[in-house]
């Protein structure tokens, strides 16, 4: 027998008709018949298996059920996993901002060069020679640096008379009425004055000039700074709450913040005013009544 003729003669039985019966067993009497074939079973069981593991693939893929089965991971824990990865580069870029801020704060004061932070990246740019040096660059504060650049005049020693007779020819408005605590004292690295004063008490402008810096320090809590004329800057450190940002014009006696405890460094609410003139501290009570 041919190939062929085996397949002809398999395919005939599986088309062979067949009728499955249901008696009662005491009288005989038909309840249920139903005509078929093999391949009609073949293709009704085929056709369950089917079903049957689209409805168990349906069930692990979209509900919780999948979290039981070894390999697959929870979904909450990707969730979470995801959220942390996100909040520490967060973290860490502000970490990396805070730090440019604090070595700004020295840097202005100092008159060095600026580290300036691109807009939409970490990464800073500066000139070889600014690297050691990090500030905030503005209009004013690059004028207050060619300044100092051509004087050569980063000595406190030399400086101090010069900007002090300067400072002397120029009206200040205090910027706190109160008590003086602790005075200025450059050997003890003080470069300013301490001022108690009641609480909520607003702090202004001593000068009319622009501000360059407005933003949160760990040792100092939030400080302003704003650049005057006749390359001098102003301080104002441990403020509860600052009333201005960075680039803001200011008059002189217009509120800039409120007085406050903030910082590492604060023991208790006041005021810690500074003056700086081409890149030296200047005693602020030598010019400004703050009774």
Known sequence: MSKEEKKKKLFKKLKNKYRLVILNDATFEERFSYRLSPLNIFTLILSLSVVLMGTVVVIIVFTPLREYIPGYT??????????????????????????????????????????????????????????????????????LRDYVEREDSYSL????????????????????????????????????????????????????????FADWTVETGYVIQLQHQNDLISVYKHNSVLLKKTGDQVKAGDPIAIIGNTGELSSGPHLHFELWKNGSPVDPMKFINFN
């Open 157 to 212: 020693k030399n400086n101090s008379s010069s900007s002090e007779n300067t400072a002397a020819k120029m009206y200040f408005f205090a910027p706190l009425k109160g008590s003086v605590t602790s005075l200025f004292s450059p050997s003890e690295e003080h470069f300013g004055i301490d001022i108690v004063a009641p609480k909520n008490e607003a702090i202004n402008a001593t000068l009319e000039g622009t501000v360059i």
């Open 74 to 143: 929870d979904v909450s824990l990707r969730e979470d996993l995801t959220k942390m990865v996100l909040k520490s580069d967060s973290l860490e870029h502000e970490l990396a901002q805070n730090e440019i801020y604090l070595s700004n704060i020295s840097a202005i004061l100092k008159g060095e060069d600026p580290q300036v932070m691109k807009a939409d990246t970490n990464e800073s740019s500066v000139k070889p020679k600014e690297a050691a040096n990090p500030a905030v660059k503005s209009k004013e504060d690059s004028i």
